[in-house]
């Protein structure tokens, strides 16, 4: 197995569970906002059942994964990443301390058989979507995350470590129309740039600049991504449990 296809991966997964389950710093609802739920952010919702479907378009090809909240208990929800190819990672997600901690392990699909990953938030500061955002709102954030690889293939990788920082500014609320149907949602435009270093190699740092588009009671429900790699998009294909 490759060095650098597992660690994208793995990276991946992080990813995929941040999109799900990021309250940020923890907020309090003062709006009064229904939408909302016990962390105090309308636009990352814990509601137990709820599952988004998202299909991905890139240069590098087309796939759907789906990120599913198992169940919810207060603070604390058990999140689900699931690909196309059976893939899956179960995260334990908890806002109660005003960050999110991911914890878990997953099987990565038959061409990474009997490899499975922990993955930690190691640091975590500033917020993803603030609670009360509007237009011109700007916020920052900083996230390290630590994933310990065990299994054959990765018993020479130690662990990986992928630092991303963002500064994101709300541009509009707009109508946004993707296969899941047609939302009002707030518009965010985000800068990212993520480093990762591993004991046998290192990634050369990435920056991106993402569109994307938050629909409260929901979360994001579109992304549009440029980077050096290309182009990719972010779409929610189905929308259940809500």
């Known amino acids: 197995m490759r060095f650098k296809s597992l660690i994208l991966t793995s990276l991946m997964f992080a ?38 479907t998202y299909h991905e378009t890139s240069s590098a090809g087309s ?16 999140i689900r990443a699931e690909l196309a190819d059976g893939s899956t990672a179960d995260m334990t997600a908890d806002c109660a301390s005003g960050s999110v901690e991911l914890k878990g392990s997953s099987s990565l699909g038959a061409a990474m058989q009997g490899t499975t990953f922990k993955t930690t938030i190691v640091s975590s500061t500033g917020m993803y979507m603030p609670a009360n955002v509007k237009a011109g709102s700007a916020w920052s954030n900083s996230e390290t995350i630590r994933m ?55 990634i050369p740092p990435s920056t991106q600049t993402s569109t994307e588009w938050w629909v409260k009671g929901i979360g994001m429900v579109k992304t549009v991504t440029v980077s050096q790699d290309g182009t990719s998009t972010i779409e929610a294909k189905s929308i259940t449990g809500l």
């Not at 990021?22 to 137990?48: A, E, L, V, W």
């Not at 796939?63 to 058990?78: F, K, L, M, N, P």
């Not at 541009?171 to 004991?199: D, L």
């Open 148 to 202: 310990d690889l065990s299994g054959d293939a990765a018993a020479s990788l130690g662990s990986i470590t992928l630092t991303t920082t963002e500064q994101s500014r709300a541009i509009s609320e707009e109508s946004v129309t993707v296969p899941a149907g047609t939302f009002t949602a707030m518009k965010v435009e985000i800068k990212r740039t993520s480093t990762t270093v591993a004991k046998m190699g290192k």
């Open 63 to 78: 796939s759907d994964y789906t990120i599913r909240t198992v169940s919810v208990a207060g603070t604390t929800a058990t």
């Open 15 to 52: 990813s995929l569970a941040l999109v799900g389950v990021g309250c940020g710093q923890q907020t309090s609802n003062t709006t009064g906002d229904k939408t909302s739920d016990t962390c105090g952010n309308p636009y990352y919702p814990f509601k137990p059942g709820m599952a988004i």
